[in-house]
């Protein structure tokens, strides 16, 4: 079975701008969770999406988004990029999001705003 | 709000010897536990999680925690380490939350192994 894919794997972007970051899950996984990595601030939740909606967010500003589809492919969005933004995102999936399934990571879209 | 404490900012051990990584949680209910390693450039993989029951989990790679309720700690340990083990470990909080668990990670240890 493939792994989760992510992509890009590298972006490079300018303040202001918007991305857009994609996710595949592994087959037949149903929940997906994004996660932001920084030197900073470590490793945060963003949110986790089941079954095309948002189950659970974690504490950022509404200029991060996201949304899952009905094959269960996720992106996240953020708008109005901040130097700030300048991350790994990592993206994770398990199979019927229950609270004891094991989460999958991708290997991550990093992330430069300049 | 969950919060997960690593106090070991790096760790240093020889090739063959045990290791021991600390890890402090605060969660006012029943935790679900996890410890994940992460390679330079990889995405994290999990060694192992704790929800209920027996408190000594074993995992995969030889890895191993034990869930103190007392000491609200889950400390991962190996007897004998290999070079390979060398990455960024990170200890795991999940709080429950619509059916499935907020996951709070700790600062991670940086795991030097010395041939």
């Known amino acids: 079975k493939a792994g989760v894919t992510q992509t890009p794997r590298y972006l490079i972007k300018t303040r202001g701008q918007q991305v857009t970051l994609s996710c595949s899950p592994i087959?037949?996984?149903?929940?997906v969770s994004w996660y932001q990595q920084t030197p900073g601030q470590g490793l945060q939740f963003l949110f986790e999406y089941f079954s095309e909606t948002q189950r659970n967010k974690g504490n950022f500003p509404g200029r991060f988004s996201g949304r899952q589809f009905s094959n269960s492919r996720s992106e996240m969005n953020v708008s109005t990029l901040e130097l700030g933004d300048s991350a790994l995102y990592l993206c994770?999936?398990?199979?019927?999001?229950?609270?004891?399934?094991?989460?999958?990571f991708g290997p991550g879209t990093r992330l430069t705003v300049l | 709000a969950q919060s997960v404490t690593q106090p070991d900012i790096h760790i240093t051990v020889s090739e063959g010897a045990s290791l021991e990584l600390r890890c402090n949680y605060s969660?006012?209910?029943?935790?679900?536990l996890f410890w994940y390693v992460q390679s330079p450039g990889q995405g994290l993989q999990l060694l192992l999680k704790?929800?209920?029951?027996?408190?000594l989990v074993q995992g995969i790679k030889g890895f191993e925690a034990e869930f103190k309720r007392s000491q609200s700690s889950f400390n991962l340990r190996k007897p004998s380490v290999h070079w390979s083990d060398a990455a960024e470990y990170f200890c795991?909080?999940?709080?429950?939350?619509?059916?499935?668990?907020?996951?709070?990670f700790g600062r991670g240890t940086s795991l030097i192994v010395h041939p």
């Open positions: 994770a999936s398990k199979t019927a999001g229950g609270g004891t399934d094991t989460q999958y």
């Open positions: 969660y006012g209910a029943t935790p679900y």
């Open positions: 704790y929800f209920s029951g027996d408190t």
């Open positions: 795991a909080v999940g709080a429950q939350s619509g059916g499935s668990y907020i996951p709070t």
């Open positions: 087959s037949g996984h149903r929940s």
